[in-house]
């Protein structure tokens, strides 16, 4: 049974960009995919990839303070449309 799911895609161009310049290869990650699955009880959940991943798998280390940011957009975004 394929449970009741959306993908939402969605970025920030001139954020992106910084990602990208410092490795173009992150470009693989970006812009930044959400899915949002319902579970049998009807709760809603979250999954992304988390940015210290991404930053890790591109070896970007010129972008901590950009990728805290996405963190705390996302985290923001999640927080208002997850169950508790």
């Given at each position: 049974?394929?449970?009741?799911?959306?993908l939402?895609?969605?970025?920030?161009?001139?954020?992106?960009?910084?990602?990208?310049?410092?490795?173009?290869?992150?470009?693989?990650?970006?812009?930044?995919?959400?899915?949002?699955?319902?579970?049998?009880?009807?709760?809603?959940?979250?999954?992304?990839?988390?940015?210290?991943?991404?930053?890790?798998?591109?070896?970007?280390?010129?972008?901590t303070?950009?990728?805290?940011?996405?963190?705390?957009?996302?985290?923001?975004?999640?927080?208002?449309?997850?169950?508790?």
């Amino acid at each position: 049974k394929l449970r009741p799911s959306t993908l939402l895609v969605f970025g920030n161009p001139p954020l992106g960009t910084r990602f990208i310049t410092s490795n173009p290869n992150a470009g693989l990650d970006w812009p930044v995919r959400l899915l949002l699955t319902q579970d049998d009880n009807g709760d809603v959940w979250a999954v992304w990839t988390g940015f210290d991943w991404i930053a890790k798998r591109h070896h970007i280390k010129d972008r901590t303070a950009q990728f805290k940011m996405a963190t705390t957009v996302v985290n923001s975004i999640t927080s208002t449309i997850t169950s508790k």
